[in-house]
């Protein structure tokens, strides 16, 4: 599966859309990354208990959205873009999403 921000895939033809494609995904912080985040916050930096959960979330999005493209028969995923919310204090929605296309 062919995965780009572009709104072409350069050297390819689109043949057809088909559509908006999407994944997500909603995680929530752990007490015991919570005790460490809360000791570097004390001396300022990078959390990199946080960055690593963020990190994980986004990849399981963008699988979960290439898996709904194949499901629609999909040759490629343009125009990709991924952006969070939150739900509630200390928990996050992570989407990804696209425009599902057939190449020619």
């Known amino acids: 599966m062919i995965v780009t921000m572009a709104e072409t895939v350069p050297g390819r033809e689109i043949a057809g859309v088909i559509g908006t494609v999407k994944g997500n995904t909603v995680r929530t912080r752990f007490f015991g990354r ?5 000791l570097r916050n004390l001396v300022g930096g990078e959390i990199p ?3 690593k959960l963020m990190a994980e979330a986004r990849e399981q999005a963008i ?11 999909a040759d490629a995923i343009i125009s990709m873009r991924v952006t969070t919310s939150m ?3 200390g928990s996050a929605e992570l989407l990804a999403y696209g425009t599902a296309v057939r190449l020619s």
């Open 87 to 89: 739900i509630m204090g």
């Open 63 to 73: 699988d979960r959205m290439i898996a709904d493209a194949e499901m629609a028969g």
């Open 34 to 38: 919570d005790i460490m985040a809360g």
């Open 49 to 51: 208990e946080y960055t």
